[in-house]
């Protein structure tokens, strides 16, 4: 038994049940995975904004004490430091695939998707090594 899929042209195919969801991301194109990676480091980052606040805010308002209590486990925990890494990369790749998807927009690039996201993952690469190198070395 098979599926019927409209196409981007409003053509009617068939379609086999059994491909993999797996399989289906590989045959997307690059600008398919980098809009996957834009919206997942884009909720990661929101869920540690929502943390942040709430966490350092109501710290703050327990006292100076909590709040002390609050910033050491924070900043010298190596749990949190490895979230902090985690963070850095995904503030770093969004930016980046962010100022990407305006260059698209303004019609740069648009034939060189491929390109352009692999000098975005080499560049994100760098600076990730850079950053890490002046804030924890």
């Not at 599926?3 to 059994?18: A, G, M, Q, S």
């Not at 902090?84 to 770093?92: E, K, Q, R, Y």
Request: aromatic share 12%; proline share 1%; hydrophobic share 60%.
């Amino acid at each position: 038994m098979s599926e019927v899929k409209i196409t981007k042209d409003h053509k009617l195919i068939d379609v086999d049940p059994r491909i993999s969801k797996v399989d289906v991301l590989r045959r997307h194109s690059v600008g398919m995975k980098a809009w996957l990676v834009h919206r997942i480091s884009g909720v990661g980052l929101l869920l540690y904004l929502l943390a942040h606040i709430g966490t350092m805010g109501t710290a703050m308002f327990m006292g100076e004490g909590a709040f002390d209590g609050v910033f050491r486990v924070l900043f010298h925990n190596p749990v949190f430091l490895f979230f902090d890494l985690i963070i850095l990369a995904g503030v770093i790749i969004h930016s980046l695939n962010g100022i990407r998807l305006v260059l698209l927009d303004m019609g740069f690039f648009v034939k060189r998707q491929k390109e352009l996201f692999a000098l975005i993952c080499f560049l994100a690469v760098v600076i990730f090594i850079w950053l890490f190198t002046r804030a924890f070395l």
